[in-house]
């Protein structure tokens, strides 16, 4: 019985452990291990010295190694669960601790670096330009980085901020970094050291005002270096020389608003270029780095001078690309450049070669105008500038009035289109506003062009660009008339505020600095007593010091205009020197009279930013002409001499942006 029991106590534990291990073994089936995706990245790091460099890529939380060749080439091969492939690759080009320098390239998700790299799961620069670390990638990803308001750690966001993109900026921080990385003890001998505040060029990089200081002063004391530097980095196949996406046409329309310039390349090898005053047709062909232009001369400018006048001439000779995208991409032009007067005794052509970084917005990135447009909304529509009406001027005087936006309002349907009311601004020969209306009707076609046909016989087509420009998307125009097919690029103004309130017009008015001339600054300084201060100060002689020699001070007068229009006028006497009148609108035959009103109408306000936009009207009064002119010297009335009419933006700001020098000239 026992050994009986025996049996069956160990038969019935045989089974209840072979149970057991088969339900061990089952669980353990259902807990598969993570799909993994897996992709191989090989690019290119420019430096002068590849003696300890490495790489590293940060995946999400996950860092990936790799040495960089005697030849400045690396490969590395990442893997990564399937649940992170839309984490962003961040690539790092690592150098000696003591060295300075940091290289930085934004990669992208890896879902779309699989998608790029194809069959073979291997990315090259053919694919993606990215994958070279280079000064470019650094002076893309530092001045994402500023537009961000902090590194870009997604798709959306890389995407975003592309929409702000100045392809200008970047040349120059990409010269300024290729400079600096392959002269770093020259530099810092001739005074441009990276300031101890920031750990690297990378970090100097990323800030926008404190690089364009750097960059200015580079560009001052080691004129010729930074010149070559641009020119060599434009002849490296490892920066530029290619569209990297094979699947993007060429073929296209391109914005470049920097410029003021669409530029069309068909299928056929032709094309047109339209500028501000002047179109022109060319052809085009694609060659080993990118395309060349053939016959594309185009007039920018025309400028008077007296009875004569002179055209600027653009030649676009070759094109590279610095980022390529479906959207907004970045692209180097090589041009040349020459002035043609009318005067007879300059007919000799000084022909200059020039380079220009631009921004190019593709037709894909427009937005739809219903998007754009609201019916029987009052706007500020910019048009191609036009040679406003002055009636009755002055005798002896030869005004010209430069209008760039007109007043509109739509009525209809989106679907059928309707009628548009165009106010066309004017001025009397004593400066007083004058308007005609004109009629006209619109269409959209394909929703992402709006037609006008104005009751003149001209026509204007706008388009809505998906790109930002101080926070608001720039808008195109073409306008279609017997002066040819001309464009320009500009905001569009919607009348979303009735008027200034008074008690908020006091303040500090900035306008906006530029990121080539960072010593530059003017602003208005509104006061409560009804006086303005317009005070201006350039560094004049490009010494990299503001002094008091190169400040001016105007003291004027403001006040509101019964449509709520803020008002601001500037005084001057015979001799030409700034004064303050008894009164707001003294005779114009008097010792201190008029020289300048400003009429700003109000649109919007960002309140985050304190960004005012405003609709401007500026005039300019030729009232000492009386005394040069016979006939004027019992004149009473202002005489109107010029001005100009546009959309503008300026900041409201707590205090001066600077202190005001004291310190003059030895």
């Not at 920066?239 to 060429?250: A, H, K, T, V, W």
């Amino acid at each position: 019985m026992y050994p009986k029991f025996l049996s069956n106590f160990l038969i019935i534990g045989c089974l209840l452990l072979l149970s057991a291990c088969s339900s061990d073994d089952k669980d353990k089936n259902n807990e598969l291990p993570e799909k993994t995706v897996s992709l191989t990245i090989k690019g290119y790091v420019e430096t002068t010295s590849f003696t300890n460099a490495e790489v590293r890529l940060q995946v999400a939380d996950t860092e990936f190694y790799g040495e960089v060749d005697t030849l400045g080439n690396y490969s590395i091969d990442i893997e990564i669960p399937e649940s992170q492939i839309d984490s962003f690759v961040r690539a790092e080009a690592i150098f000696p601790a003591e060295s300075s320098i940091r290289f930085v390239s934004l990669l992208g998700s890896v879902r779309t670096l699989l998608e790029k790299s194809g069959e073979d799961g291997v990315l090259v620069q053919e694919e993606k330009n990215e994958v070279n670390i280079t000064s470019i990638s650094t002076a893309f990803s530092a001045h994402l980085k500023s537009i961000n308001a902090g590194e870009i750690k997604t798709d959306s966001e890389l995407t975003l901020s592309l929409k702000s993109l100045d392809s200008s900026v970047v040349f120059d921080m990409a010269a300024f970094i290729s400079l600096y990385s392959s002269n770093e003890s020259l530099m810092e001998g001739s005074g441009l050291s990276i300031p101890n505040t920031y750990r690297d060029i990378y970090e100097l990089a990323a800030n926008k005002s404190a690089v364009s200081i750097s960059i200015y002063n580079a560009k001052e004391s080691l004129a010729d270096l930074f010149d070559k530097a641009q020119s060599s980095l434009i002849e490296s196949i490892k920066l530029f020389g290619y569209l990297s996406n094979s699947d993007l046409q060429i073929a296209d329309t391109y914005y470049l608003p920097y410029l003021k310039m669409r530029l069309t390349l068909r299928p056929d090898g032709t094309g047109e270029i339209n500028g501000e005053v002047d179109n022109t047709s060319f052809t085009w062909s694609k060659n080993d780095n990118g395309i060349t232009f053939k016959d594309a001369d185009l007039i920018r400018h025309v400028s008077f001078f007296g009875p004569y006048s002179e055209e600027s001439h653009i030649v676009i000779k070759d094109l590279v690309w610095m980022i390529d995208s479906d959207a907004i991409l970045s692209v180097i032009l090589q041009v040349e450049e020459y002035d043609v007067s009318s005067e007879p005794i300059n007919s000799d052509l000084d022909i200059k070669s020039n380079i220009y970084a631009e921004t190019a917005i593709r037709s894909s990135s427009i937005i739809k105008v219903p998007d754009s447009v609201k019916l029987e909304q009052e706007y500020s529509m910019p048009i191609p500038v036009m040679p406003g009406e002055v009636i009755n001027p002055v005798d002896g005087i030869s005004p010209r009035l430069s209008v760039r936006v007109l007043d509109m309002s739509f009525s209809g349907e989106f679907e059928t289109g309707g009628m548009v009311n165009i106010s066309i601004p004017g001025v009397e020969g004593d400066g007083r506003k004058t308007s005609t209306n004109m009629s006209g009707v619109w269409r959209l076609e394909d929703d992402k062009k709006i037609i006008i046909d104005t009751s003149a016989g001209s026509k204007f087509t706008y388009v809505f660009l998906d790109y930002m420009y101080k926070g608001k998307n720039l808008t195109f125009v073409l306008e279609e008339s017997e002066k040819g097919r001309l464009i320009d690029f500009d905001t569009v103004l919607a009348k979303d505020l009735d008027s200034w309130k008074e008690n908020t017009v006091e303040g500090i008015y900035q306008f906006s600095s530029y990121f080539a001339q960072p010593l530059d600054y003017a602003w208005f300084e509104v006061n409560s007593d009804g006086t303005v201060k317009r005070i201006t100060i350039f560094d004049w002689d490009s010494d990299g010091e503001l002094v008091s020699d190169e400040l001016d001070v105007y003291s004027g007068l403001w006040k509101l205009s019964d449509d709520g229009n803020l008002i601001i006028r500037f005084y001057r006497r015979m001799n030409g020197d700034s004064c303050m009148p008894s009164d707001w609108d003294p005779l114009s035959n008097t010792d201190c009279s008029l020289v300048s009103e400003r009429e700003w109408n109000l649109s919007q306000v960002s309140k985050e930013e304190q960004l005012f936009w405003i609709r401007k009207e500026l005039k300019f009064f030729s009232n000492e002409k009386r005394d040069e002119i016979p006939g004027l010297s019992d004149l009473t009335n202002n005489i109107f001499g010029g001005g100009h009419i546009y959309n503008s933006f300026m900041y409201k700001v707590s205090e001066r942006p600077i202190v005001l020098p004291s310190v003059q000239k030895n």
